[in-house]
């Protein structure tokens, strides 16, 4: 696969808390670290997102009495599912993995950061509705294909793929270097809307060297 000077990696949420042992452990996320970092030497323009929850957030199970993690409940802006607390700003958990190193990153999107409202998507909060302001950063740059990777596939990298086409960009998810945190049937449900908005599914080694 030929990169263009319109193309960008979007590196998702790649954060300790979703690292084994983090507060959210995404099972062999560290692994897609270092295809990362090789990945994003590729591209020109390289654009992370960081999950930015302050305490109490409407996504933590704690803030629902007699709820668990992992639970679904009903919220104004339709469902929502219950995790244990994480990425709680200014904490260790919320930094980047340590390993993580991409210096020639061009902006840091912070999401999750409204308490009563969750965001998955790079693009739009989880009303599907609230605009991060990504969107208007990449028109401006005529940044238009994004490649995604980062954590999780079936929650965030899912959302902001399938956001992100819908709203005019083309949008390619590299999937090797992202890891799912496989509730039910839920990597069988992004395959199949990634599928549905004819988004491409992609392994790193695609890309010439």
């Known amino acids: 696969m030929q990169l263009q000077p319109t193309d960008a990696l979007l590196v998702i949420d790649v954060q300790n808390d979703f690292m084994p042992g983090g507060a959210l452990a995404i099972p062999d996320g560290d692994a897609i670290v270092p295809l990362i970092n090789t990945l994003a030497k590729k591209f020109d323009h390289v654009i992370l997102t960081q999950d930015w929850h302050p305490a109490q957030h409407i996504s933590f199970a704690t803030t629902h009495p007699n709820k668990n993690p992992f639970e679904v409940i009903k919220v104004p802006y339709g469902p929502q599912t219950l995790w244990p607390e994480h990425v709680l700003q200014h904490t260790e958990g919320a930094a980047f993995h340590p390993a993580l190193h991409i210096p020639h990153a061009e902006l840091i999107l912070r999401k999750g950061f409204r ?3 969750d965001s998955y998507s790079a693009f739009l909060e ?9 969107a208007g950063y990449l028109r401006e740059r005529n940044l238009t294909r994004l490649f995604l990777c980062g954590l999780a596939y079936d929650f965030c990298v899912r959302y902001s ?13 590299i999937e090797d270097a992202t890891r799912p945190v496989n509730l039910p049937n839920t990597v069988a449900e992004t395959n199949t809307a990634l599928a549905t908005n004819r988004i491409a599914r992609i392994l790193s080694k695609e890309f010439n060297t």
């Open 115 to 117: 308490r009563h409202i």
């Open 126 to 134: 989880n009303d599907h509705h609230t605009p991060t302001g990504l």
């Open 161 to 173: 793929a399938i956001d992100g086409h819908k709203l005019g960009f083309e949008t390619i998810v």
